[in-house]
């Protein structure tokens, strides 16, 4: 963001009221594995923080990121993380939010590597409430977090339950907070990633107990919604499955169905979708590597098949490789794709598996799956 931008949002903050600002240098856009300076802008972090304090002097109260999954770089790297981190706070930090983390351990070694390389203002650390399995391995995949094998084990034989594990990411999330609380750093705080997803971290405030647990009461035959405003609901629409391999990603965390003219349009399930668009999760060289240059429909035809016989990591339309269930109909998806018809979300027919069939099944125990065969392209 050009300075100009930054001095007009400054602005805006100060005229109305607002005194934290976290500094931020910002990430890559989407499909660029590095990072540039827009012209006219910032280079580093403390450039802006040394900008912020020479215009507004202490009128603001400022943050910056720190990094705990640093303490697993080298040595020599780690001190120079370090050191930029203490120029930021000597220029002017007030305190620290750090990026998630769920590796306690970890954190704690990188809380006394800062503090004896000199910074001694407070640090906020950094909680993401597990809401999918799914949605939590593209997180921590994406932020290169370490996941404790712990975590693994407890959550992945779920991993087509999202209401367990959910139920179980909130207790080890949980655990971690009272670790981090218990552990004598002086940490007098936690900051809670909601996502704009509110109901993860008020069941992780209340098995904190640092609010009152809701009790609800179940009166009819169905998993009651997680949502306060949903909690006395009498009819319930159809709506889609929240699988953990949809085509619709973004479902994954939603909080709530989008379900017609019922429901709140004020959610995160009702934002901008585009259903007829693809975004390329890929950057450019990622994508070359993986698709080459092809020019022809046939070069195309060969990709899909490729993808279909678990030959190929990722297409356009799908970041990752087909689910267990796919490789059922693998080899007929790959003919059928040879012959020019392009397949996107296909799925198996299934009559009466059970919910926790290691192929077919998804959702709470005790339960059977029903579904038609599909293919879309």
């Given amino acids: 963001m050009p300075a100009e931008k930054v001095d007009i949002a400054l602005r805006e903050a100060k005229s109305h009221g607002c005194r934290n600002i976290l500094a931020l240098r910002g990430d890559p856009p989407s499909g660029q594995d590095e990072w540039t300076a827009t012209e006219g802008g910032f280079v580093h972090g403390i450039d802006l923080v040394q900008h912020i304090r020479k215009h507004y002097d202490d009128y603001f109260e400022i943050a910056v990121a720190g990094f705990p999954e ?5 040595e020599e790297e780690l001190q120079m993380e370090l050191r930029y981190l203490k120029e930021k706070v000597d220029a002017g930090v007030s305190f620290i939010f750090t990026q998630m983390f769920y590796d306690l351990d970890l954190f704690i070694r990188w809380v006394h590597s800062v503090r004896k390389a000199g910074i001694t203002v407070p640090i906020v650390p950094g909680i993401n409430p597990i809401q999918t399995w799914n949605g939590f391995i593209k997180a921590t995949t994406l932020a290169k977090i370490k996941i404790p094998q712990s975590y693994i084990d407890i959550l992945e034989p779920h991993k087509n339950n999202d209401e367990k594990v959910r139920e179980l990411g909130t ?18 705080g936690l900051h809670f990633y909601t996502m704009n997803l509110e109901k993860g971290t008020r069941m992780l405030l209340e098995e904190l107990k640092f609010v009152p647990r809701v009790e609800t009461i179940k009166p009819l035959p169905w998993r009651q919604s997680l949502t306060p405003n949903r909690r006395a609901e009498s009819i319930r629409p ?50 070359h590597k993986l698709w080459g240059f092809p020019t022809t429909r046939e070069e195309i035809d060969s990709l899909f098949a490729s993808f ?11 970041d990752e490789a087909p689910a267990a269930e796919t490789n059922v109909i693998a080899e007929h998806l790959a003919k059928l794709n040879e012959l020019g018809f392009l397949t996107i979300n296909s799925q198996p027919a299934v009559n009466g598996a059970r919910s926790d069939d290691p192929v077919h099944g998804w959702g709470p125990s005790n339960g059977f799956v029903y579904q038609k065969a599909s293919n879309f392209g």
Avoid at 171 to 188: E, F, M, T
Avoid at 308 to 318: D, E, V, Y
């Fill in 171 to 188: 207790k080890l999330v949980a655990d971690l907070c009272r670790g981090i609380l218990n552990a004598g750093l002086g940490i007098r």
């Fill in 308 to 318: 279909c016989r678990g030959k190929l990591a990722a297409l356009p339309w799908s």
């Fill in 238 to 287: 159809i709506f889609w499955a929240n699988r953990t391999k949809s085509y619709l990603s973004r479902t994954e965390n939603w909080d709530e169905y989008p379900n017609g003219r019922f429901g709140d349009a004020r959610s995160p399930a009702f934002g901008e979708l585009d259903g007829w668009g693809i975004w390329i999760k890929h950057s450019r060289e990622q994508a």
């Fill in 70 to 74: 640093h303490q697993a770089l080298p």
